[in-house]
């Protein structure tokens, strides 16, 4: 014999009644005892119904007719006409007792937990007998059993404990004085040794299809839902979450504590008893296997399966009780156990130091208030003597549970779990492990909840895919590039290195677009999108994606502005990397690059800033790499402006000095503003940069900057600054001359040594290493303990819109496999 369940949507309405009766009328199920919970939702309008009547709202006859027009209505859309007569009357006069028992409610004015067991269990004594009447019509013989007169529990109403011995007899009795093979009971309800009706708990139902398993020794249970078995994480919040195909009762035991609302908790106990095993299955897909719970985990679908799930608990408040009295005094536990077991506050956590000065406790949000005043009344004489503080009550958590059976004999999975939810931010408040070591659990904020199931998940079933979030700033040349870049490359990374590269967040000076409902922006026509999204709020795109809160977020900035680079702060604060393009932050005040750079480490947070330098020329990870593995820095000398090196290149007299500028522009090798090309402060930056990774501890003004623009260039606008160059023409022409009179050519050279750097225009001899350096290239020598004659060269393009933005892409990587 098999015992069947059916609930929550699989008999929400008669389609899907219809559903259930198509799988029981399977001759594989021709012995078996089908189990149904209410009509969906039918639960909790009898309970609001009941108590409207209690608070004398006569709201509750409304609910009453509603509730049998509700039910009369299924059974005809159930039933042949001629067929309908009896279980219109079996209906009618479930609801004229129901209707009895709330007027008297309602008189009364008050609501025991003995009625308001005896008017819940009303739905499923109305669903088991339609569905009943639907089988038995479509000529399968089945039997309705009363669970009432089966179950037998004691009186605690609301969530009554079964007496399984005298329960087993009950059903044994009933089933031999039956030639029937295939029965249908509700589910949920039971009574007590006076027969006063009772419920078994909500979500109950799962629990009395174990309890008649148990009795008789039954093949399996199955458990019939909407989801195609347990599933290795939430499926509305987890995208790729999957069927576990097979798990132990323990594991199952865990994941429905800790959340999993495919079983009842209490449902495995019985069968686990008798080596029952329990099947979870899909009405809507019958076909499919979905999860068998059997004694021995099957193999894993984790990463060297070792994880079975993750699940968690909302709306959970942590209760901390802590003082130096508790050190050493045995009892204080078994107190405060005791004031919450007083008023029925269930316990679903502990953690307590190792100090013995403090203990925590997770408990439901709801319980909160009364927890507190139990405790706080239980220790009322330590709290007067200050021996213990009052109870410390944090609202707003969520606990978070790896479980998997395989856990006790593979070391370094709470590691594992705790640096993935840290790199993105997740802090944790508590942590518990059983002694069994098959569940590690922690609380956290729960406006942290879902990214920590997607972030373990991906951790532990997705070890060769890891999705990416993209929140970009700037999206002009450079940014513009970028965009197009990853477009491109999206499918590959997808298929080669499993990384989903999603761009999540687009803004400019005027507009910012994000994407919706946890999707990508769709970058086929982003650029239109970006027109119609909402105005630009610089403040209001940041506290947006900290909002948004995605996993893996990277904050990309390809601006040259100040106000974004002032953002970074708050950025890191939230465990959101940084790639910057803007060279503003790592140029500013010392003070500032330090705070920065110190946010990274505090935080466990990628910034990366290599385009800041040399564009996609891996100049600051080369010198890193070198300081790293304990070289030494005696000397830089580099050639650090793409823009300075095409315009000298390109500058022979033939043309104006000003018209090549121009042209450096208008193939965007220049900063919007090429004064701060020319100028040589953009070089100023980079050299400064440099020495800051270092560790020289050097400001803008320590910088011996040697200049060869007129000052009246600096003066006026952009425009005004070429109108000066035209009118020096001259100076340009003799700067070019006197270089070539020596053989030579002009190079805007950068230096560091002996804790100084300088930048200026050197005439630059044909031995040089500068001397063959072409149209945008930049060149870097390192000069080292380990490089000292022939230095270390890094050369390439040092600017162009291209490859900054590749220079972008790669430091973006690097955030991967930080």
């Known amino acids: ?154 009186s605690n109403f609301g969530f009554a404990a079964v007496d399984f011995v005298k329960t087993t007899e009950n059903i044994q009795q009933i089933l031999a004085a039956s030639a029937s093979q295939l029965f249908i009971a509700p589910g949920f309800i039971a009574s007590d040794s006076r027969g006063f009706t009772t419920t078994l708990g909500r979500g109950g139902s799962d629990y009395t299809a174990s309890i008649y398993a148990a009795a008789v020794n039954a093949e399996a249970v199955e458990i019939w839902t909407d989801v195609t078995g347990m599933m290795t994480a939430d499926p509305r919040w987890v995208a790729n979450a999957r069927t576990i195909p097979n798990t132990s009762y323990r594991e199952a035991m865990e994941l429905s504590h800790f959340g999993a609302k495919v079983i009842y908790p209490p449902t495995i106990q019985p069968a686990m008893d008798k080596n029952i095993p329990i099947w979870i299955k899909n009405t809507f897909l019958p076909e499919e296997a979905g999860t068998i719970i059997e004694h021995i985990s099957g193999a894993s679908v984790s990463e060297g399966g070792i994880i079975t799930g993750i699940s968690s608990i909302n709306h959970i408040a942590l209760l901390s009780l802590e003082g130096s009295g508790m050190v050493g005094i045995p009892g204080f536990s078994k107190r405060l156990f005791e004031a919450l077991a007083s008023v029925q506050v269930n316990v679903i956590l502990i953690t307590q130091s190792s100090s013995e000065h403090s203990i925590c406790v997770a408990v439901n949000i709801a319980d909160a208030e009364k927890a507190k005043a139990a405790v706080d009344a239980a220790f009322e004489i330590e709290l007067l003597n200050k021996k213990v503080d009052p109870l410390k009550v944090e609202a707003e958590l969520s606990i978070i549970a790896l479980v998997g059976d395989k856990m006790r004999s593979h070391p370094g999975i709470a590691g594992k779990m705790f640096s993935a939810l840290g790199r993105n931010g997740v802090n944790i408040r508590a942590i518990a492990q059983g002694s069994s070591e098959r569940n590690i659990s922690a609380v956290v904020a ?87 999204s909402q105005a630009m709020d610089l403040e209001g795109f940041v506290q947006t994606i900290v909002d948004k809160n995605l996993r893996n977020s990277v904050f990309v900035d390809v601006t040259a502005n100040a ?92 043309a104006s ?79 070019y001359d006197a270089a070539a009179k020596e053989n030579c050519k002009l190079k805007f050279v950068a230096q560091f040594e002996n804790q100084k750097a300088a930048v200026g225009l050197q005439h630059i001899p ?31 393009a040092g600017a162009g819109a291209d490859v900054t933005a590749s220079g972008v892409f790669a430091d973006i990587m690097r955030v991967v496999v930080s």
């Open 1 to 154: 014999m098999k015992v069947l369940k059916f609930g929550g949507s699989s008999v929400a309405n008669a389609e899907n009644i219809k559903k259930v009766a198509n799988i029981v009328a399977q001759p594989k199920y021709a012995n078996a005892i089908v189990v149904v919970s209410a009509l969906g939702g039918v639960t909790d309008a009898l309970i609001a119904m009941a108590t409207n009547a209690a608070n004398a709202n006569e709201e509750y006859k409304e609910t009453l007719l509603s509730l049998e027009k509700r039910h009369i209505e299924t059974a005809q859309e159930l039933l042949p006409i001629n067929n309908q007569s009896a279980c219109i009357s079996s209906i009618k006069q479930h609801f004229n007792e129901l209707e009895d028992v709330c007027e008297g409610v309602f008189r009364l004015g008050e609501l025991s937990e003995r009625t308001k067991d005896r008017i819940v269990s009303f739905g499923e004594l109305l669903s088991s007998k339609i569905i009943s009447f639907f089988i038995h019509s479509s000529g399968l013989q089945i039997e309705w059993i009363d669970s009432r007169k089966a179950i037998t529990t004691n």
């Open 446 to 532: 729960f406006a942290d909840v879902k990214k920590a199931v997607n972030v373990l998940h991906e951790a532990f079933f997705e070890a060769a895919y890891k999705q990416l979030n993209l929140f970009i700033c700037g999206a002009g040349n450079v940014g513009g590039k970028l965009i197009e870049q990853i477009k491109k490359q999206q499918a590959y990374l997808l298929l080669h290195h499993n990384l989903q590269a999603r761009i999540t967040g687009i803004a400019t000076s005027k507009k910012m677009l994000f994407a919706e409902n946890g999707n990508e922006i769709d970058l086929s026509n982003w650029k239109a999108a970006l027109q119609e």
């Open 563 to 654: 106000e974004v680079a002032s953002v970074y702060d708050k950025v890191l604060s939230k465990s959101i990397a940084i790639v910057a393009c803007n060279k503003i932050a790592a140029s500013s005040p010392y003070s500032n690059y330090r705070y920065l750079k110190s946010l990274s480490k505090e935080y466990n947070t990628p910034y990366l800033f290599e385009t800041n330098v040399g564009a996609a020329l891996p100049v600051i990870g080369t010198l890193n790499d070198l300081i790293k593995s304990g070289d030494w820095i005696n000397k830089i000398q580099a050639v650090l402006s793409g823009t300075l090196n095409f315009v000298f290149n390109n500058y022979d007299g033939t």
């Open 657 to 735: 000095f000003a018209s090549v500028v121009r042209q450096a522009q208008k193939e965007g090798y220049t900063e919007p503003d090429p004064r701060l090309d020319l100028g040589g402060t953009d070089v100023m930056r980079k050299i400064m940069i440099l020495a800051r990774e270092i560790g020289e501890e050097m400001e803008m003004e320590d910088i011996k900057n040697t200049q060869f623009l007129p000052a009246s260039c600096f003066e006026g606008s952009v425009e005004d600054f070429y109108n000066e160059m035209e009118k020096h023409e001259a100076h340009f022409k003799a700067l």
């Open 766 to 796: 044909s031995h040089s290493d500068f001397y063959h350096l072409y149209g945008k290239d930049n060149l870097v020598l390192f000069y080292t303990e380990r490089y000292l004659e022939q230095p270390m060269v890094i050369k390439g």
